[in-house]
């Protein structure tokens, strides 16, 4: 897609200020992707990671630690001495609180600095890596401060800001955080990030539609009689409680991650391959979704928790027993919805998506199920051959498999499912950058195909708000499930109303 073409090109020299420099997400995936980003040699060798946040700390220490989480968490390990000596030494730490206005002015100091000695030509790259309620605050500062303007006589000299999501709670709050940001930065300075947009086997979705002419013309209601998408985890929260208390699996999966892999399945093709005008398409889709009255909550929304239980022969902890959560806690950590799209292409075609802590098995998936054929000259069972499915699996496994019938050998005509296989690395071997790669990248090239513009997050938003609502009063009833199935009942009811049944998640991928 629109970033191909940037694959191979390296990023300007600019300053990259991380907020919230001592987190989770800094160790487990921003160094790591710089660190990966040089030795491809697609970052500059004159760019300058400054870690900005609260706790003391010396540059030394802290590239210490970066060394560290390079170590354990890059895709390529060990780290390579001499590369890292070169990257190390333009890495650097500034402590201030995030309220504080001095050490905003202390950091434009530090980066007039930087401008000079490595000539990053008043290049910069905001991450906001922290709690989402300190955003709007450090957008604010670095407004006061006047880093966030820009030259209008020199339009390399960029400022750009990556935003991490929640983007919000709900539309009220996401409203106000983007009002917020775009005090500051304009919207064309604002990348927002959903890392299921960096990865390979979701950019590959608009390559396998619209780079394959025997698809497109079957993409639509006369061919298809529904399509499943499922990210499902093995794992729980993982000491993550706090967080997903205030979150739950519908507005920390559905919300982002699933209605985006949903926008690039049901949009249609764009004018061209560039940002705004694949945007403008995912943006038509999620205006297409007709949010629910309360009643078709209750119908078509299932929520679950899961409950202490045993996976692997292992006893473990319900969600209720995690870290920082409410012993009466509601939050769901699985949910599965029914949407509609209501347009030309779509209409009647039921889009069934689900996503869960706990389950039985990992992977994220979308399935395409296609109407079968008619089994008249099969004697099939009831009338009806198997469906044709085809399987888009994110990952792990990624690739994509066709279910087909086929003969079974023998001297009668016996007819069984069978699957036509691809598999990325088998194909294409096994180089796949992180997602984190990729959309650092990205931003540093100015190119925000991959991130989310203002528009996509409300649209989003306002579908899943009218959910929360009806969740917040107790309709449906939150469903307990035992940690290692497939999520509540009333999830598999849901499909059984309609006549049809989930997927197994990953079935190809372990025949
Ligand atoms: C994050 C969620 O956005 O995505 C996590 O906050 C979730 O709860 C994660 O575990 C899943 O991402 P991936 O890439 O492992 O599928």
């Known amino acids: 897609m629109a970033g191909e073409k940037n694959a191979a090109t390296s990023a300007p020299p600019c300053a990259i200020v991380i907020f919230g420099a001592t987190g989770d997400l800094t160790a487990r995936k921003l160094l790591p992707a710089l660190y990966n980003l040089t030795r491809d040699g697609l970052l500059s060798k004159s760019t300058v990671v400054i870690g900005f946040a609260r706790r003391p700390k010396t540059d030394e220490e802290f590239r210490a630690e970066m060394l560290e989480a390079i170590n354990t968490f890059s895709r390529c390990k060990p780290v390579d001495a001499e590369l890292w000596r070169d990257l190390a030494q333009r890495i650097f730490y500034h402590q201030s609180t995030f309220e504080n206005a001095a050490g905003y002015h202390s950091l434009a100091d530090r980066l007039a600095d930087v401008d000079k000695k490595f000539k990053t030509g008043g290049r910069r790259l905001y991450y906001l890596s922290t709690s989402p309620t300190e955003f709007g605050q450090i957008v604010e500062r670095l407004g006061d401060a006047g880093l966030g303007n820009i030259d209008p006589f020199n339009s390399q000299a960029w400022r750009r800001a990556i935003v991490e999501k929640p983007f919000g709670r709900n539309l009220a709050t996401a409203r106000e955080l983007n009002q917020h940001i775009n005090r500051v930065f304009d919207e064309s300075q604002v990348y927002r990030i959903d890392h299921y947009l960096g990865k390979q086997t979701v950019q590959n979705l608009l390559v396998f539609r619209f780079a394959n002419g025997i698809f497109e013309p079957i993409w639509n209601r006369r061919y298809v ?287």
């Open 225 to 511: 009689d529904h399509i499943q998408i499922t990210v499902g985890e093995t794992l729980g929260v993982e000491g993550r409680g706090g967080y997903f208390e205030n979150a739950g699996t519908l507005r920390d999966m559905v919300q982002n991650h699933l209605m985006q892999l949903l926008t690039l399945i049901a949009m249609e093709p764009p004018v061209a391959l560039d940002g705004d005008a694949i945007r403008d398409e995912k943006v038509r889709v999620l205006k297409s979704i007709q949010p629910f009255t309360p009643q078709e909550v209750a119908l078509y929304t299932v929520r679950g928790q899961y409950s202490p239980g045993t996976v692997d022969g292992k006893p473990t902890i319900g969600y209720l027993q995690e870290r920082g959560v409410a012993p009466d806690s509601q939050t769901e950590t699985y949910a599965a919805v029914k949407l509609d799209i209501n347009n030309w292409r779509w209409h009647g075609v039921p889009f069934y998506l689900r996503s869960g802590k706990h389950l039985k098995r990992q992977g994220s998936e979308v399935s395409i199920h296609f109407n079968s054929a008619p089994g008249v000259l099969f004697n099939a069972p009831g009338g009806n051959l198997a469906r044709n499915i085809l399987t888009l699996r994110i990952q792990p496994k990624e690739g994509i498999s066709l279910l087909i019938n086929a003969k079974r050998p023998g001297t009668v005509t016996r007819i069984a499912p069978a699957h036509m296989d691809f598999e990325y690395n088998e194909a294409f071997g096994s180089y796949s950058p992180e997602a984190y790669e990729r959309l650092l990248l990205d931003a540093m090239l100015g190119d925000s195909t991959l991130f989310i513009r203002r528009d996509e997050v409300e649209s989003a938003w306002s579908i899943i708000d009218r959910i929360e609502e009806s969740w917040t009063s107790g309709t449906p009833p939150l469903a307990m499930y035992e940690p290692g199935s497939w999520g509540p009942q009333a999830a598999n009811e849901l499909l059984a109303r309609d006549g049809r049944t989930w997927d197994c998640l990953g079935a190809d991928a372990s025949r």
